[in-house]
């Protein structure tokens, strides 16, 4: 059995080495020889031209921005994905791994050749819906423009600094971010106040979905403060508030982080808040303040 495989082994770096050596072995010797279809007297002519020619500089300046933009950009969306996908509670995570390697399924020919009849300039499908749309007299945007390469490039090594990047994010161990927290260090808090009244405005509703959002992402606290009229969110009619969806859609994952909603002086009071779905805190001036200064971040709505 171990012979069998040795064989195999053995047969498969023979084929990928002939497959792989040749065509380098092809190119080195094919550049010491006059022609460019048969290998005729030796000669450093091509090396010779190729170096001593004028736009050399400009070639190996836009490859070292070609190259280190389309890394970063990969890079940047890797870790964004990745970060998405092992450190946080999003929904459909299974469907942002598989977008995120998705590109490495597409041969690159036809993923370039995709891209171009979207952003051709002449007739991208996105270019032309954009003029129609906002009147544009050019192009918005030019796929065959540095930056239009950087992109392309950029999406396609996406998926192969994912892979390298989830697993290696996926191992961090938490309890080291919680022994952290015991030493001190502590977490990012965000206060959302929220004072308009939710039966004239939809920013309350607004502010409930970005809240629900926010919190999604382990590392931020996210405390709910509700000022005058505000309070009304929590009715059991709000679903026909202004945006109400929202509230149908959101205040179920508030009520996951099993911390209560913050309540103001001068907050509306009615009988249906104590029956409210979301468990609720009645603050002072003072409990107020305490929870501001906790905040590392306000947004007001």
Same mark, same amino acid.
């Given at each position: 059995?171990?012979?069998?495989?040795?064989?195999?082994?053995?047969?498969?770096?023979?084929?990928?080495?002939?497959?792989?050596?040749?065509?380098?072995? !092809?190119?080195?010797?094919?550049?010491?020889?006059?022609?460019?279809?048969?290998?005729?007297?030796?000669?450093?002519?091509?090396?010779?031209?190729?170096?001593?020619?004028?736009? %050399?500089?400009?070639? !190996?300046?836009?490859?070292?921005? #070609?190259?280190?933009?389309?890394?970063?950009?990969?890079?940047?969306?890797?870790?964004?994905?990745?970060?998405?996908?092992?450190?946080?509670?999003?929904? #459909?995570?299974?469907? *942002?791994?598989?977008?995120?390697?998705?590109?490495? !399924?597409?041969?690159?020919?036809? #993923?370039?050749?995709?891209?171009?009849?979207?952003?051709?300039?002449?007739?991208?499908?996105?270019?032309?819906?954009?003029?129609?749309? #906002? /009147?544009?007299?050019?192009?918005?945007?030019?796929?065959?423009?540095?930056?239009? !390469?950087?992109?392309?490039?950029?999406?396609?090594?996406?998926?192969?600094?994912?892979?390298?990047?989830?697993?290696?994010?996926?191992?961090?161990?938490?309890?080291?971010?919680?022994?952290?927290?015991?030493?001190?260090?502590?977490?990012?808090?965000?206060?959302?106040?929220?004072?308009?009244?939710?039966?004239?405005?939809?920013?309350?509703?607004?502010?409930?979905?970005?809240?629900? /959002?926010? /919190?999604?992402?382990?590392?931020?606290?996210?405390?709910?403060?509700?000022?005058?009229?505000?309070?009304?969110?929590?009715?059991?009619?709000?679903?026909?508030?202004?945006?109400?969806?929202?509230?149908?859609?959101?205040?179920?994952?508030?009520?996951?982080?099993?911390?209560?909603?913050?309540?103001?002086?001068?907050?509306?009071? *009615?009988?249906?808040?104590?029956?409210?779905? %979301?468990?609720?805190?009645?603050?002072?001036?003072? /409990?107020?303040?305490?929870?501001?200064?906790?905040?590392?971040?306000?947004?007001?709505?």
């Amino acid at each position: 059995m171990d012979r069998a495989r040795a064989r195999l082994v053995y047969t498969l770096v023979l084929v990928v080495g002939f497959l792989t050596v040749c065509p380098v072995a !092809m190119l080195a010797l094919g550049s010491f020889s006059e022609g460019l279809t048969a290998f005729g007297q030796f000669t450093v002519d091509k090396y010779v031209d190729a170096y001593t020619d004028p736009a %050399l500089l400009d070639v !190996m300046l836009n490859t070292v921005i #070609f190259v280190l933009g389309s890394s970063v950009l990969a890079t940047v969306l890797a870790l964004f994905l990745a970060y998405l996908n092992t450190r946080t509670d999003i929904p #459909f995570k299974f469907l *942002f791994g598989v977008l995120s390697i998705i590109p490495m !399924m597409i041969p690159h020919l036809l #993923f370039s050749v995709s891209w171009a009849l979207l952003l051709n300039p002449s007739n991208g499908m996105v270019n032309v819906a954009l003029r129609n749309a #906002f /009147g544009l007299e050019g192009a918005p945007f030019d796929v065959y423009t540095l930056g239009g !390469m950087i992109l392309v490039e950029g999406l396609l090594d996406l998926p192969i600094a994912y892979l390298i990047i989830a697993p290696a994010m996926a191992s961090f161990d938490v309890a080291l971010e919680e022994s952290s927290r015991v030493c001190g260090a502590g977490t990012w808090r965000t206060l959302v106040r929220i004072t308009e009244n939710p039966a004239e405005s939809h920013r309350p509703a607004e502010a409930v979905r970005i809240a629900a /959002g926010i /919190g999604g992402w382990k590392k931020t606290e996210v405390d709910l403060l509700l000022e005058g009229p505000a309070a009304r969110l929590l009715s059991p009619w709000a679903e026909e508030f202004v945006d109400g969806e929202n509230y149908r859609h959101y205040l179920p994952i508030l009520r996951e982080w099993k911390r209560p909603v913050s309540l103001a002086p001068g907050a509306e009071r *009615f009988e249906e808040i104590e029956e409210a779905t %979301l468990p609720v805190a009645w603050l002072d001036a003072e /409990g107020v303040a305490a929870l501001r200064a906790r905040a590392t971040h306000q947004i007001l709505f």
